[in-house]
């Protein structure tokens, strides 16, 4: 058993070696693309949310 658990970590190992990791740029740049469409998104749904809530209003009263 415990040779077993030493191979699949053995072969884990090996395959984290065949990883391509991205650079520390390409990492920030890419948090950054996330951050921007994310806060897009937010401020779409928001608008939309308040408009629908602003019209329900309107109808209810």
Not at 10 to 30: A, C, H, I, N
Not at 45 to 54: A, K, R, V
Request: net charge positive; charged share 20%; no cysteine.
């Amino acid at each position: 058993m415990m040779k077993q658990i030493r191979q699949f970590f053995k072969e884990v190992k090996g395959e984290f070696k065949k990883v391509t990791w991205p650079s520390r740029e390409q990492t920030t740049q890419q948090t950054v693309v996330v951050l921007f469409l994310s806060g897009i998104a937010a401020i779409f749904l928001g608008t939309i949310d308040y408009g629908l809530s602003e019209a329900v209003k309107l109808v209810i009263g």
